[in-house]
């Protein structure tokens, strides 16, 4: 008999690279009924003055013309049905892709969208990148909780931005966690863990693009294993690891003059 797939709502932030095809591959083994551009002040798209400050204009203007080619493939892909890029350009498009409810919320810890995942009464909720701490009201209503991938391997590099520390520290070693979310930043318990080698990279994309791969496998890799009744979570020792912050003017400078660059 066929397992029955998990009712799921997927909470990130806008992303036309990486997060499409994730959501894609997890669509193959759960019910995704929601995709949330979680558009909070932290989130990328608000932080653009900051990203100029960090890598200067010619780095950002560099990633803008590679945004907007991906911005056109989006509308090719939209108007073929997306029979020409799957619904990998864009996160609006890998929800219609899925037949999935698309939506933008602010703060997804108002009352209003709580109120809303309890009338949907998902099973899991899932996090790409969602720009949000998510309080305990919100943690509390998925029968399994709430998952989190982070672009590290966990405890270490806990907080912000790790493609550019793991770059600006030269880590060698890079990975991906699948962690349960809880009040706190990325202290839940570890579900998956994946490594991958980040020895040969010299921008912050191609950091992001092997982390997000991997990390997109290892939530594939955990909600199989709930739907299994497999998943063993361990204990996320957070006192054994790092927590980061957004970088200084000073780091960002110093990220620069080491040959580092965004893209």
């Known amino acids: 008999m066929e397992e029955k797939k998990l009712k799921v709502i997927v909470l ?9 095809a994730n959501i894609l591959k997890a669509g193959k083994v759960c019910n995704i009924v929601e995709v949330v551009n979680n558009q909070a002040k932290s989130s990328l798209d608000n ?5 100029v400050r960090w890598f200067g204009f010619f780095q950002c203007a560099k990633m803008g013309v590679k945004t907007c080619a991906r911005k056109f493939s989006d509308l090719v892909d939209r108007a073929s049905g997306y029979r020409r890029f799957g619904g990998q350009c864009s996160v609006e498009s890998a929800a219609r892709k899925l037949g999935a409810e698309y939506r933008t919320v602010t ?7 709580v109120a809303h995942v309890r009338d949907v009464r998902p099973d899991l ?3 790409y990148s969602a720009p949000q701490v998510i309080k305990p009201e919100l943690l509390g209503v998925p029968r399994y909780g709430v998952l989190n991938v982070h672009g590290a391997l966990l405890p270490d590099y806990r907080g912000c931005f790790p493609s550019f520390w793991y770059l600006y520290n030269g880590e060698k070693l890079g990975g991906a966690t699948v962690h349960y979310m809880s009040a706190a930043i990325d202290d839940g318990d570890i579900c998956v863990q994946r490594s991958v080698d980040i020895s040969d990279c010299r921008t912050m994309f191609e950091v992001m693009g092997r ?3 991997v990390g997109g496998e290892a939530m594939v890799e955990a909600i199989e294993r709930i739907t299994n009744g497999t998943l063993t979570p361990r204990k996320n020792h957070t006192e054994e690891g790092r927590y980061f912050t957004w970088p200084t003017t000073e780091q960002a400078r110093d990220f620069r003059k080491q040959g580092k660059k965004l893209v």
């Open 12 to 20: 990130t932030q806008k992303d036309g690279f990486f997060i499409p």
């Open 47 to 51: 932080k653009i003055s900051d990203m």
């Open 107 to 113: 703060n997804v810890n108002s009352a209003e969208y």
């Open 125 to 127: 909720i899932i996090s």
């Open 211 to 213: 982390t997000k791969l």
